[in-house]
């Protein structure tokens, strides 16, 4: 494909809107486009209406979970729950229930990641051992103490670095894994025997909605949550075990908190197309596809860069780019043009990052929307900078 090219003395004259856009324009980092052919009235609607107790909602929240088992060929050894509160409220609640048996050591590399920093700081008074590192780069993993409990982001969705696989977490580690794989799942092979408790959210690889978080355990999350009880109390939407036993119904479709089940029929979709194009090893390769394209758009652009310029952690789901002399006003105002011309939404990186652009280039995206978006950035860069 042959894209438009900034030219010599294009800064003097009214730049020229490329011909062709993207046919679905959506970017967001989350929620995130939805998958090819989706409409809602495509969606499975029995269990609408009716109590998520009976068995046909029992029946529908059980096949979604086996649908993600399949879909992540999870062994047998991890249970996998639907829980209240997106990636957010899956993540605090195995905080709140497993740490506090032994240190902790939390990374942050982005926003998400201090955000666990400050709940095991301020909310759990926790004294854990911190190691962070700049926007775009990754702590020292050879540092960490696996004596701990480590918390982490697989794939940080505000930064756009994840850490390159699972080889730095030890097989002997005594301290559990915590992953937040909001933006991992689907997108990476996650080595599972290295996982002991992963969060994620169907609002990013699959496209579903928001509002409801998964929660996955490994048997030492399990043996963990059985054989300790936290010094604070928890609120019912935490609350895991009973009678020192796990609640194994959170993990069969018995959910905590009444879900809704619009929302699961919407994951079901998502996972069923999934399974459809044939499955993880699919997903994986439409965002490798995608991030490739988008490399080659950044390649050819002296004024765009990556955020993460070290390939071997940059992420290739929510890709973070830097712009040249760019202000928070000028991406502002970038994002903002691309937005009013229905080429691109919701493009603007992230408030608590620098100043630059986050392109989602999740399963649920077409790689030639991608391609297509390249001339638009051209047509936005120019119409600025030569206002």
């Known amino acids: 494909m042959t894209e438009s090219m900034p030219q010599a003395g294009a800064l003097a004259r009214t730049p020229t809107q490329p011909t062709r856009k993207p046919a679905r324009p959506f970017f967001s980092s989350g929620p995130c486009a939805k998958p090819p052919g989706y409409s809602p009235d495509k969606l499975a609607t029995a269990s609408l209406g009716r109590s998520h107790r009976a068995k046909i909602g029992k029946t529908r929240l059980q096949y979604c979970i086996d649908l993600m088992r399949e879909l992540l060929q999870l062994p047998d050894t991890h249970r996998i729950g639907i829980v209240p509160g997106s990636d ?59 004596s701990d409990d480590v918390l982490f982001t697989w794939n940080g969705t505000t930064s756009g670095v994840r850490v390159p696989d699972g080889e730095w977490i030890p097989d002997d580690r005594e301290g559990l894994s915590f992953a937040d794989a909001t933006s991992a799942v689907f997108a990476y092979d996650l080595p599972w025997d290295k996982i002991d408790v992963a ?31 936290p010094a604070w109390p928890l609120p019912k939407v935490f609350r895991l075990v009973s009678k020192g036993k796990l609640t194994e119904g959170v993990f069969k479709g018995e959910t905590i908190n009444t879900p809704s089940m619009l929302a ?50 940059r992420s290739k789901t929510s890709v973070c780019l830097t712009v040249e002399g760019a202000d928070a006003d000028f991406i502002k105002a970038f994002a903002g043009s691309l937005e009013k011309e229905g080429a691109a939404y919701d493009i603007a990186g992230y408030r608590d990052a620098p100043p630059g652009l986050r392109i989602w280039c999740g399963a649920t995206v077409d790689t030639a929307d991608i391609e297509a978006l390249g001339p638009w950035l051209d047509w936005a860069w120019e119409s600025l900078k030569g206002a």
């Open 88 to 146: 957010t409220g899956a993540f605090e609640m195995a905080m709140w229930t497993m740490l506090g048996a032994r240190g902790v050591t939390t990374l942050a590399w982005e926003s998400f990641g201090e955000g666990w920093v400050t709940d095991a700081v301020k909310q759990l008074k926790l004294e854990p051992n911190v190691i962070r590192a700049d926007y775009g780069q990754l702590p020292d993993l050879d540092k960490v103490d696996w």
């Open 199 to 229: 969060t994620f959210s169907w609002q990013k690889v699959l496209g579903g909605e928001g509002g409801h978080g998964v929660l996955i355990l490994g048997p030492r999350a399990v043996q963990r949550l059985e054989e300790y009880t």
């Open 264 to 313: 699961v029929e919407d994951a079901i979709f998502a996972l069923e197309w999934a399974k459809s194009i044939g499955g993880a090893d699919a997903l994986k390769a439409r965002s490798h596809a995608n991030a490739e394209a988008l490399d080659k758009i950044v390649a050819h652009r002296p004024w765009l860069g990556h955020l993460a310029e070290d390939k071997g952690i």
